[in-house]
Nanobody, 125 residues
Framework: QVQLVESGGGLVQAGGSLRLSCAAP????????MGWFRQAPGKDREFVAAISWGGGSTYYADSVRGRFTISRDDAKNAVTVYLHMNSLKPEDTAVYYCAARYLPANVGMAGYDYWGQGTQVTVSS
């Protein structure tokens, strides 16, 4: 099973910024919708953002729209997906996961077949 690898998490003060990266090690993923999800302690995993193959369409959860930006770089042999997070709030604290699915992009969570291990983001007040 191909594993996606997230990086870029850390501790940041409220109002600060972070950029998360997700490495998808095969060119195949250039045909996949890529998504970011997060899970805070004691809460269910929730959708954050998704980007279509080719990058033409992006979708965001209401809670992050206007603050977070998803983008992708489809290189020759791999795909990298980014989540630029600005104006961070303590409620953004969570483990952030990258995922991929061979379905059109939208705000849904279903159908993601490939997942990373997650990266911790902690926002202090």
């Amino acid at each position: 099973q191909v594993q996606l690898v997230e990086s870029g998490g850390g501790l940041v003060q409220a109002g600060g910024s972070l950029r998360l990266s997700c490495a998808a090690p095969e060119r195949t993923f250039s045909s996949y919708t890529m998504g970011w999800f997060r899970q805070a302690p004691g809460k269910d995993r929730e959708f954050v953002a998704a980007i279509s193959w080719g990058g033409g369409s992006t979708y965001y959860a209401d809670s992050v729209r206007g603050r977070f930006t998803i983008s992708r770089d489809d290189a020759k042999n791999a795909v990298t997906v980014y989540l630029h997070m600005n104006s961070l709030k303590p409620e953004d604290t969570a483990v952030y996961y990258c995922a991929a699915r061979y379905l059109p992009a939208n705000v849904g969570m279903a159908g993601y077949d490939y997942w990373g291990q997650g990266t911790q983001v902690t926002v202090s007040s």
